[in-house]
């Protein structure tokens, strides 16, 4: 078995499309992260200067108009909170908004196991398609006719390769935010839990691997697993059109793969959902819901285990030639 996974795995690392997808998706990561420190570094004296004057500007204003101090008290009067009913300019407000680590590498997380994982699946779905499509997994098999241990192989290789992909994405998405951070004296509270969400991003990147790879194997195209995605994007925007016209069809959105691919990574994930009110002219109800860590992960693994159990049934019995 050692020597069929070192097979498998030089046959995963020798193909172009490999090297391609692990490129673009580090690209794609590394790139983000200039975006992460715009947004966590401090406003610079520039900033600072703008924002003084812009805030002295609208409070000279204020104090110049006499009716300001009476609209707040009108506003006292509807029997709303002080805090809304408060007019005068505040310094705070001016100021450009500071990001904060668990924010931004929350952020981070999240795109880099989407990212990850998208070219994880094109890995997993290209890694077996290419073979049916080139003929050289029937000649495979004809030099070791246990297709049991030939599947096993090529999954073992393909979560090595995939989970490799993912550590290096992931590594990036938790430890340059921290970086950051530490960089420009914010509080490193959240670090911890950004590196569970990073060690768990990193599972469902060779999950989504291993998902590319048995719908190509169940199809014998890599093409038909690019078409799942595709019809899932469509899918997807129909059911957003049919939660407007039908706002009781939005608790579909709890089995959705990306609201719960969301809740196992950062440990819970909560949606709203828009209800109309009774009348055309008054306000809807939003209400919350949320995804807990263990709904996700066993939602992920159902769907992988089934997967994995029909293109196993599938690949027993099938003719390959």
């Not at 960089?183 to 590319?212: E, F, H, I, K």
């Amino acid at each position: 078995m050692r020597n069929l996974v070192r097979a498998e795995l030089n046959r995963l690392r020798s193909r172009r499309l490999t090297l391609v997808m692990a490129v673009v998706a580090l690209l794609g990561v590394a790139l983000f992260q200039l975006a992460v420190n715009d947004a966590l570094q401090p406003p610079s004296p520039a900033d600072v200067a703008s924002a003084q004057a812009a805030y002295e500007r609208d409070l000279e204003a204020y104090n110049s108009d006499p009716g300001a101090k009476q609209a707040e008290q009108d506003c006292l009067n509807t029997g709303a909170g002080a805090q809304e009913c408060q007019f005068k300019p505040q310094p705070d407000n001016y100021l450009p908004p500071q990001g904060t680590l668990v924010e931004m590498g929350r952020t981070s997380v999240d795109l880099a196991t989407f990212v990850a994982g998208l070219a994880a699946f094109l890995m997993g779905a290209s890694f077996v398609g290419a073979e049916f499509g080139s003929g050289s997994l029937s000649n495979w098999l004809t030099v070791v006719p246990r297709r049991g241990q030939v599947l096993v192989s090529k999954l073992v290789a393909l979560a090595l390769g995939s989970g490799l992909l993912g550590t290096a994405c992931l590594a990036v998405a938790v430890a340059v935010p921290a970086l950051l951070a530490s960089g420009y004296d914010l509080p490193q509270t959240g670090l911890r839990a950004l590196a569970g969400s990073g060690g768990r991003g990193v599972a469902m990147v060779v999950g989504l691997a291993l998902a590319g790879f048995a719908i190509a194997l169940a199809t014998r195209h890599t093409a038909a697993a690019i078409g799942v995605l595709v019809a899932y994007g469509l899918v997807n925007i129909g059911l957003n059109i049919l939660y407007f016209l039908v706002p009781g069809l939005q608790k579909l959105k709890s089995f959705a793969p990306e609201n719960t691919l969301l809740a196992f990574v950062n440990g819970a994930h909560t949606y709203d959902s828009l209800f109309p009110g009774p009348t055309s002219d008054s306000e809807g109800q939003v209400v919350s819901h949320t995804i807990s860590l263990a709904d996700g992960g066993l939602y992920w693994l159902v769907v992988l285990a089934a997967l994995l159990t029909g293109a196993w049934l599938l690949f027993r019995r099938r003719d390959l030639a």
